[in-house]
């Protein structure tokens, strides 16, 4: 199977500044890399996901950026706003199968 | 459009009783899986299927089964629960390269 980590597990950062979240997988297969937000006692939902074959990805505030040599991939979050503040997951796919990791806090602090 | 539904949302057992967690989804995909969700470790894969008729273990399938009962429905049962079974479990369905939509989630006790 695919083992994704994910750094940092808590994230506290004032309002306006840019917040980072990075991850690792473990095998070169997986090709489909979704980052979901969640917030207390909700469901994770998708926020910007990046496919194998592109490096970078850019929504608005939001950016994912993948580097599959060093399979790595990192969300980039600008001008961050306290409702920012919630839990982030980055995934993996791997045949189709989601490989989470293990989530980051993020604080935004007005 | 529902998305993806699960029940029940709440449950407590007592230890070694059984239950069937319900999951449907109206979205017409064929992936669907069951996650446990455990503070500090973020969404762990129990089961997958990736079709009406096949189930396929995950990260932690022990004390788990499952029917994919057709193409909307993926049920997940726990035959004897144990306190170590209390979480909260997702249930999430996708197509191929494509985001998970995840149900509401079930927040399960086992006393």
């Known amino acids: 199977g695919e083992n994704v980590e994910q750094h940092p597990s808590t994230l506290s950062v004032q309002e306006g500044d840019s917040a980072v979240i990075k991850c690792t997988y473990s095998?070169?297969?997986?090709?489909?890399f979704p980052w979901y937000k969640q917030e207390l006692g909700k469901r994770p939902q998708l926020i910007i996901d990046?496919?194998?074959?592109?490096g970078e990805k850019k929504d608005q505030r939001i950016a994912v950026t993948l580097n599959k040599t060093a399979k790595h991939f990192s969300l980039h979050i600008t001008e961050t706003q306290p409702e920012d503040s919630a839990v982030y997951f980055c995934?993996?796919?791997?045949?189709?199968?989601?490989?989470f990791g293990s989530g980051t806090k993020l604080n935004v602090k007005p | 459009n529902a998305g993806v539904t699960q029940t029940p949302k709440f449950q407590v057992l007592k230890t070694g009783q059984s239950m069937t967690l319900q999951c449907a989804q109206d979205?017409?995909?064929?992936?669907m899986y069951w996650y446990r969700q455990d503070p500090g470790m973020g969404l762990r894969l129990i089961y997958y299927?990736?079709?009406?008729?096949?189930?396929d273990k995950g990260e932690v399938p022990n004390g788990y089964n499952v029917s994919r009962l057709n193409k909307r429905e993926f049920s997940l049962r726990l035959e004897s629960a144990a306190p170590s079974q209390t979480s909260v479990y997702f249930c999430?369905?996708?197509?191929?390269?494509?985001?998970?939509?995840f149900g509401q989630g079930t927040r399960l006790t086992v006393v």
């Open positions: 999430a369905s996708s197509e191929a390269l494509n985001e998970a939509f």
């Open positions: 095998d070169s297969a997986s090709n489909y």
């Open positions: 990046i496919r194998s074959n592109v």
């Open positions: 995934a993996a796919s791997f045949f189709n199968k989601f490989y």
């Open positions: 979205m017409n995909h064929n992936s």
């Open positions: 299927s990736a079709s009406e008729g096949t189930t």
